[in-house]
């Protein structure tokens, strides 16, 4: 199912022939940068069975293509966050991109659809992101979408003594 598209992405539901590139997406250090480690095959493998449960409940980490070669190049979308902090359980917007695709400005493309999307036709009110301190290209695509910083966090699933433990937190609310 196609849920929606821009000029130059589509977003929707995850095909199995996109497992190969999320794999290795997701073992890419470049790509995983910002995360405390990349992820194994069999950790991809129980990350697109539990986006794949999300979606069936209606939004999720849509699979996204270009429109010019019909290529994966990642997803963006929005994830239910329900680890222990001030602002949870709340509805966040990420996005993860293969390397290649960096730069194109598909990020923001995508996540100020998405918003759009999650607004308008998803009856969302407010969605939050979050991101390592550090991970200043996914700030700037937040600041670029309009949301507002809220606060700086400690990730409770990050080692406290990493330097991506400290976290930023912004959030979008529905203009009335």
């Not at 290529?71 to 963006?76: K, T």
């Amino acid at each position: 199912m196609i849920y929606f598209e821009t000029p130059r992405l589509i977003f929707r539901d995850w095909k199995e022939q996109d497992l190969k590139g999320f794999r290795m997406m997701n073992k890419d250090s470049r790509v995983m940068r910002y995360f405390p480690e990349t992820l194994t095959e069999q950790e991809t493998d129980s990350l697109y069975e539990m986006i794949g449960d999300e979606l069936s409940l209606g939004y999720g980490l849509y699979a996204v293509e270009t429109k010019d070669n019909h290529e994966f190049i990642g997803f963006i979308g929005f994830h239910r966050a329900t680890f222990a902090a001030a602002f949870t359980p709340c509805v966040e917007i990420g996005w993860r991109l293969n390397y290649a695709a960096w730069g194109n400005g598909y990020a923001t493309e995508g996540a100020k659809a998405c918003l759009d999307y999650g607004f308008n036709t998803l009856g969302l009110d407010e969605v939050y992101s979050f991101t390592a301190k550090v991970n200043l290209p996914s700030e700037n695509v937040m600041k670029k979408l309009g949301m507002k910083k809220v606060m700086e966090f400690k990730h409770p699933h990050v080692a406290e003594n990493s330097p991506l433990s400290e976290h930023v937190l912004y959030r979008c609310q529905l203009k009335g």
